[in-house]
Each structure stands twice: as structure tokens, then as C-alpha cells.
């Protein structure tokens, strides 16, 4: 266990793995099921991930690790007002549709 420097955080790439199946899920409730469901998405298996090193305390460890090709992000936010923006409207007209 010493040797262990950090930690990472993986998230599955569920566009290019094409998760597009849903089922419905028993919600629990202090460790109890409920009549409640939630949709949950069916993952499909990849090896594919992604890992933002951008927003981590331990970055520069993991950056170390990473091949040179790897460390350049093909999701490059050119307007991040906008794309906030748009986030903020689609909440809104989600919580006005309930």
C-alpha cells in the first residue's frame, strides 16, 4: 500500500460504446426496496474510458503515466458560455416539463 501514490477515477465512454438500452430499477430506500424505479442505462463492454485529468488534485502523477499522444484532449470547449448556457436552458425546460 505505500507504494500507491493516488487514486484515479474512471468514466465508462458510453457515446462510442453506444449505451443507448435503458431498463428500469427498484429505487432503495434505507436499504429497502421501494414501488419506485429509476431508468438506469445498459453499459455495453469497452476498453475505452475517460479519465479528466484536468480537474483532479493529483493530475500532474497521472499526467506522468499517460503516453504523450494521449494527453491531448480531443474535447476542446471553444465557447464555454454558450455550452453553460445551453445547460442552463435544458434544465430549465426540464424541470418545466415535470
Avoid: G, W
Avoid at 479519465?51 to 484532449?73: G, K, Q, W
Wanted: charged share 20%; with cysteine; glycine share 0%.
Amino acid at each position: 500500500i505505500q507504494d500507491i501514490i493516488c487514486s484515479v477515477n474512471l468514466q465508462h465512454n458510453c457515446i462510442n460504446s453506444k449505451c443507448v438500452d435503458m431498463h428500469q430499477q427498484h429505487v432503495l430506500q434505507e436499504r429497502i426496496q421501494t414501488t419506485r424505479t429509476k431508468p438506469v442505462v445498459d453499459h455495453q463492454p469497452t476498453p475505452h474510458f475517460f479519465l479528466n485529468t484536468y480537474s483532479i488534485h493529483n493530475c500532474d502523477h497521472i499526467r506522468l503515466v499517460i503516453p504523450e499522444a494521449l494527453r491531448e484532449s480531443p474535447l476542446r470547449v471553444t465557447n464555454p458560455a454558450e455550452v453553460r448556457n445551453l445547460a442552463v436552458q435544458q434544465m430549465k425546460d426540464k424541470k418545466a416539463a415535470k
